[in-house]
């Protein structure tokens, strides 16, 4: 296809099952280096606190600081880049945090308890994380829209405390990024970053609190030590490259359908976009579209890159067999650019989040629709979820027995607890039961 390589794959064809094997192996070898050099950043920091995080910040970022509270950025700070963003910028970012906001507070879950005809009350106490820590990419790259999808959710939930770590090559820190932490809330910020900042949130140090649970996206040294974290504190998860499926029905304009499949494509070179339709005809349209437009884009090398690598556009024989493909993949993103996308969606069992309809551009979902863009990645929306309020909330049961619920439930218990072995159990449940039915 001239400039542009990508796989054009039919369900037809004999070897289809193993082309679409391939396509869809998104296993990543764990890189032993990076492991090793994660372990001996994490065991530094746990072991030397601010010291550790003051070397790794002069020898990593460049800035010659002398104490880990010069790397705090004072709340004037986050005030002044909102300040002084430029006006649409500020207010796109205003505008965003609303809907976000908005969407989000319909999914905190309220404490609820009910009280059984004996008088035993039972029920659930729903509280907010004390604290949490937030990883933002800095250098590079600047996602201000990371910031609200993750720091509004916790917000929302009640969370008291949010702790926002973001490196700072050179002392060089994004003023969108500042201001969209003004924006949502954010309540302390450092510039740190890597696997430091993940271990500094983790474990605490002298002058950078320790969280409950870390969220927020970064290269593979940050993902490999939220992995290795785990179980000291929470994390959202491990997210993998972006992914996108459009599913098409052919009657789509062909260029929307391109520039949707391009608009994650130029995130990584490991990102996946593919296209799959039951119109034959539809797969050389949108080819073409993609070899018109891609010169025009900033990040086409990129692009090109992946869709080498990971990319296809997928013909298959009819709407139930580009279903069934859609739940195989369960993809970060689905597009459903067909009529009557609501009743397709119901056929839908594994997706991170669907956009319905020919207008609903994902691009939107990333930035400012509501809905988070926090997604589960490489296949794992068949068990996980988009992050949301309930990622910052916690469940506590609650068991009041009466004197009446008391007998009762005590035993049942005691039979259960001597079936298994466990007589402290059973003289416990039984030392409530009443003495007139005790002694019968």
């Not at 990076?34 to 070397?55: I, S, T, Y």
């Not at 296809?312 to 195989?328: F, T």
Request: proline share 5%.
């Amino acid at each position: 296809m001239g400039g542009l390589d990508i796989r054009v794959l039919d369900s037809r064809d004999p070897g289809f099952g193993a082309a679409l094997d391939e396509l869809l192996d998104r296993t990543q070898g764990e890189d032993a280096q990076v492991l090793n050099v994660v372990r001996e950043v994490l065991a530094e920091v746990r072991g030397h606190g601010d010291a550790a995080l003051l070397d790794y910040t002069r020898r990593f970022d460049g800035m010659n600081v002398t104490s880990v509270s010069e790397l705090e950025v004072p709340h004037e700070r986050l005030r002044q880049a909102a300040r002084t963003l430029p006006l649409e910028q500020l207010a796109a970012l205003q505008a965003a945090a609303g809907r976000i906001r908005r969407y989000h507070e319909r999914q905190a879950a309220q404490s609820w308890h009910y009280t059984e005809d004996d008088g035993t009350l039972l029920g659930q106490q729903v509280t907010a994380l004390d604290r949490v820590g937030l990883y933002v990419p800095g250098g590079k790259a600047a996602y201000p829209s990371s910031v609200l999808m993750n720091a509004i959710p916790a917000k929302v939930a009640g969370v008291p405390e949010l702790v926002m770590a973001v490196p700072a090559p050179g002392g060089v820190l994004n003023d969108m990024v500042l201001a969209a932490a003004d924006v949502a809330g954010v309540d302390r910020v450092f510039t740190i970053g890597g696997a430091q900042a993940v271990a500094a949130l983790a474990y605490g140090t002298e002058t950078i609190p320790r969280v409950d649970k870390i969220v927020g996206p970064g290269n593979i040294y940050v993902a490999t030590a939220k992995r290795l974290v785990f179980g000291q504190v929470d994390i959202d998860m491990i997210a993998g490259p972006s992914e996108i499926v459009v599913l098409c029905d052919g009657r789509t304009d062909p260029e929307w359908v391109a520039m949707d499949l391009f608009s994650q494509a130029e995130h990584d070179e490991l990102a996946q976009a593919i296209l799959i339709t039951p119109e034959q005809g539809f797969v050389a349209k949108v080819a073409s579209a993609m070899q018109t437009l891609l010169p025009s884009l900033g990040r086409g090398d990129i692009i090109r890159a992946s869709l080498r690598g990971q990319g296809a556009l997928i013909a298959v024989k009819d709407m139930d067999e580009a279903l069934q493909l859609v739940n195989r993949i369960a993809p970060e993103h689905l597009e459903l650019s067909v009529d009557n996308p609501m009743e397709v969606a119901k056929q839908v069992r594994h997706a991170g989040a669907i956009f319905l309809g020919r207008y609903t551009a994902e691009a939107v979902g990333d930035y400012c629709a509501g809905p988070n863009h926090v997604l589960p990645t490489a296949g794992t929306a068949r068990f996980s979820s988009p992050l949301g309020v309930y990622d910052f909330q916690k469940r506590t049961s609650l068991i009041q027995c009466s004197a009446e619920g008391a007998d009762r439930l005590g035993r049942t218990a005691a039979v259960l607890a001597e079936g298994e072995g466990l007589t402290a159990h059973a003289r416990s449940a039984e030392y409530r039961i009443s003495g007139d039915a005790a002694d019968k």
